[in-house]
């Protein structure tokens, strides 16, 4: 069985240039990832850019490099084409058939539907955060884990694991957390950037979507709507849903929560989950992916009718959990 992240760091050290790829509405985990993993290449003098289709959400705009990822895929041919955290080629977006140029394709991800695309395919379900596995890959690479290295390491693994509180967090994940800290990462710069900061608009638009959060009759499901009329009415921009789902989910006895958010290009879902239910198996019947406990899609047609069929999926997991002989 090869040694992944070995191979991957020999293929990375012959390269002359490699794009690194995050998926559509970027998180923590695939941000950090990417950004740390061309500070590792830079530190080696080998060209590498980080893109993302999406932008880099305002959480994570401070950490290292953040300034530097490009929105629109280049033209040209690359050598070495890294997906990250994409369970799909379609995952990266517009980015998506730069990657596919590439002389060599690498995907790393650690969900648990990753198709199996690519030249060197290092997936590992086990991993709390894709942050992991390129922590592997980086030392791999034989490059010192610096601070602002470990500052994008860090983002990924606290962001992934909701700060150490979701089920995937392991005791690996806290052993590399510590020497991530040793390197200078900041565990509270991170928490302060992505779950207590908001904007005035934010904080508005957040008011508004718990006041209309609705219950399923067995009251296991819980959901609400952001249109760009309350956006508008807030003060608001679509980054601003970030965390609102998650917040919804704290309802007494809900397994699963729901954000359905009315966009240009669909009505974007964002599913959360606990209690045994799976978000990812939600989000999988309509096209999308992510972990058990957080996953999302973007459905098309109208908001009443995505939002019926989301439901009906997400009263089949409820169901499907209830048969279930041990559900954690």
Known sequence: MPNHPDQIAAVLRKSRSVLIACHVAPDGDTVGSALALRLALARLGIPAQVGSADGVPPAFRTLPGADQVLTTPPTGRVDVGVAMECSTLDRAGTFGPALGRATTLINIDHHLNTAGYGHIVYRDPAAAAVGE????????LRVPVDREIAQCLLAALVTDTGTFRYPNTTAQTLRLAADLMDAGASVSDIVERAYETRSLGGLR???MALAS???N???HI?????????LAAAGAVSEDTTGIVAMVR???????????????GGVKVSIRSRGGARANVIAEAFGGGGHQGAAGFTGTGELAQVMAQTLAA???????????????
């Open 133 to 140: 596995l390129v922590g592997k890959v980086i030392e791999g």
């Open 205 to 207: 638009l957040l008011g």
């Open 213 to 215: 959060v609705q219950l």
């Open 217 to 219: 009759a067995d009251r």
């Open 222 to 230: 819980a959901w609400t709507t952001v249109t760009p009329q309350m």
């Open 250 to 264: 704290q309802v007494d006895g809900i397994r699963i929560a729901l954000l359905f958010e009315v966009t240009a």
């Open 314 to 328: 997400a009263e089949k997991e409820i169901h499907q959990l209830a048969e279930r002989p041990s559900s954690p």
